[in-house]
């Protein structure tokens, strides 16, 4: 919930190439949609079409089997968006979750306070009398803007049928709050002991003033959280800890190191509730930007829940008789934000030339995504639609493990260069001789080697390939 952070600058609307490549592919290829597309579209809302929906699965499904699956000490859990109205006044969110923000009298556009006094070379929580004698206007049609005002981020709705304040409810902007509420019923059903963490998946809301950059901000989204318990004097080994795990799931997923960064945030920048934080950046063609934040959050959470339920949510140590609160580290990051960074991080132009500097210039877009993510792992291609009395048993026995693709439709050179484009690591070509043999070519994506295969053999090919 850092607020002070260098998020969308004014500069933000300025169209990137590689962003611009992005997200035609995104939506030529089906990965990412503007959602409501055919109403002329909804601001900072997306939709993720065949391959995004993979992609984004993929991206999801790594990090519940780094964080969850292959760990001791870490359960998952699946909590409601809806949540008492009362936790948003424990959190802080009622009061604390805004961002600045300033009027155009003459144009009604809407702008980040903070952003625009930073343009300005003023601290962004400087509150000038008048904005005009400041010397600054409306950046769009120069009209005169109005005073600063606290804006909350949350979308409020209401539950039951009376619109009052009484049923008024609030779609969670973060999903860790759900975690905290049930810090208890996991610690008692699962007969854990600190030190522990829950980690969850799930939507978020935020009423973004300035949303931008395609599906980096965006107004509804999806978090991957984890929450873990520690004894306070443990949290700065487990803080510590948990910064190098969470770089090592970037690399090891293929993030190129050069573009992943660790920004210790300042003192004065640190969000109320943080001893100590850390954003993961990414070298994003727009800026440098947060892609994930590692918190040491203190005993601010649970002593918050426990002080407005009124109930004891603090831990009983039974080795050494000592009670306490405990310190949380977090580790938050947006899932949709991460699947842009792995499309931008995978997007790679090849020139299709091999070496003859006569021939045009074209150039092929491969998706080098790691395997795991990809979102098709392989593709069935008969050299001819006459073979699809025999190549079509082999998909449909492949398809039963793999997300997979059959196409016939134009030259080999031309399904190859489909499938490169959305990132298939293995294409498998079925020709006639297959037929005699019972073999078929597997092509590699990246080194574009080819090798023959018994299609007797070609599961345990793939099961190897893919562990
Ligand atoms: P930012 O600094 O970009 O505003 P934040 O510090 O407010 O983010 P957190 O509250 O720490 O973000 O949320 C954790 C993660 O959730 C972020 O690192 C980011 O990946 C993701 N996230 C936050 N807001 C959005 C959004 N509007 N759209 C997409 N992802 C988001």
């Known amino acids: 919930m850092s607020k002070k952070d260098q998020s969308d600058k004014p500069s933000e609307s300025k169209v990137n190439p590689l962003m611009e490549k992005i997200v035609s592919l995104a939506k030529r290829r089906g990965f990412i949609f503007q959602s409501s597309e055919i109403y002329g579209g909804i601001n900072s809302i997306y939709d993720y079409g065949p391959l995004g929906v993979e992609l984004k699965n993929n991206v999801k499904k790594e990090w519940w089997k780094a964080m969850v699956q292959m760990r001791n000490n870490v359960e998952g859990l699946d909590s409601g968006i809806l949540m008492h109205p009362k936790i948003w006044e424990a959190s802080g969110h009622l009061a604390g979750f805004t961002d600045p923000l300033v009027d155009c009298k003459k144009c009604k556009r809407r702008f980040r306070a903070d952003h625009l006094l930073e343009a300005k070379g003023l601290k962004p929580d400087f509150r000038p009398a008048s904005f005009s004698e400041e010397g600054i206007d409306c950046p769009e049609c120069g009209g005169e803007l109005t005073n600063v005002r606290d804006f909350n981020l949350m979308f409020k709705t209401f539950m039951g049928a009376l619109e009052e304040s009484s049923a008024e409810i609030y779609l969670r902007p973060e999903t860790a709050q759900g975690i905290y509420v049930n810090f208890p019923n996991v610690l008692n059903s699962s007969r854990q002991k600190l030190p522990f963490g829950i980690a969850q998946i799930g939507k978020a809301f935020r009423n973004e003033i300035t949303p931008g950059n395609f599906t980096f901000r965006m107004r509804e989204f999806e978090q991957m959280e984890m929450q873990f ?239």
Request: proline fraction near 3%; charged fraction near 35%; glycine fraction near 4%.
């Open 229 to 467: 318990f520690v004894n306070p004097k443990e949290a700065d080994k487990w803080f510590e800890y948990w910064q190098e795990q969470r770089l090592n799931w970037y690399l090891d997923l293929g993030v190129n190191k050069d573009k992943l960064k660790f920004r210790k945030h300042a003192s004065d920048e640190l969000a109320h509730y943080a001893k100590a934080a850390m954003d993961v950046e990414y070298d994003f063609p727009f800026d440098q930007r947060e892609l994930e934040g590692i918190h040491n959050r203190g005993e601010w959470d649970l002593s918050r829940h426990q002080k407005f339920s009124g109930k004891d949510l603090q831990y009983q140590d039974q080795e050494n008789k000592e009670k306490f609160t405990p310190y949380i580290i977090e580790t938050s990051g947006g899932v949709d934000r991460c699947t842009l960074m792995f499309l931008l991080n995978a997007y790679t132009e090849v020139d299709t030339r091999s070496g003859d500097e006569d021939a045009k210039h074209e150039t092929e877009v491969v998706l080098k995504l790691d395997k795991r993510l990809a979102p098709i792992k392989v593709a069935i291609l008969p050299l001819s639609k006459k073979l699809e009395k025999d190549a079509m048993p082999l998909y449909e026995e492949i398809r039963k493990s793999y997300m997979c693709q059959y196409d016939d439709a134009g030259s080999i050179g031309k399904r190859y260069r489909r499938q490169d484009e959305i990132g298939t690591p293995y294409c498998v070509t079925f020709d006639f001789d297959s037929v005699e043999d019972k073999k078929v070519t597997v092509r590699d994506r990246d080194t574009m080697a080819q090798e023959r295969i018994a299609i007797s053999e070609l599961k345990d090919y793939l099961t190897e390939k893919f562990c």
